[in-house]
């Protein structure tokens, strides 16, 4: 099992940069592959990008391609989400989840979840 913890969130104006970092407890972080989602109020939990077990893999979703990177440090527990360029659009609460099977787009992929961090991008 995985405890999960995001941090990094805040409020910023558009065109602004942010760093999210989810720090994972235990001692097997790289047998799990990791995502980021996003969920506004009223709307669904959204994708937002994942990376494999070493990290040679990423995937995104197509509107933050070329502004969000996601990486991970296995040495340190801790997957990241460098997002560049924010826009008004991005404001949601912030989520990693973490599984040992596998990973891509789907919420239900993921069986531990982060509590969330707040952005929030002022236009």
């Known amino acids: 099992q995985v405890q999960l913890v995001e941090s990094g969130g805040g409020l910023v104006q558009a065109g602004d940069s942010l760093r999210l970092s989810c720090a994972a407890s235990g001692r097997t972080f790289s047998s799990y592959a990791m995502g980021w989602f996003r969920q506004a109020p009223g709307k669904e939990r959204d994708f937002v990008a994942a990376i494999s077990w070493s990290g040679d893999n990423t995937y995104y979703k197509n509107s933050v391609k070329g502004r969000f990177t996601i990486s991970r440090d296995n040495a340190k527990n801790t997957v990241y989400l460098q997002m560049n360029s924010l826009k008004p659009e991005d404001t949601a609460v912030y989520l990693c989840?973490?599984?040992?099977?596998?990973?891509?787009?789907?919420?239900?992929?993921?069986?531990?979840w982060g509590q969330g961090t707040q952005v929030t991008v002022s236009s």
């Open positions: 989840a973490a599984d040992q099977n596998s990973y891509g787009d789907y919420p239900g992929l993921y069986n531990y």
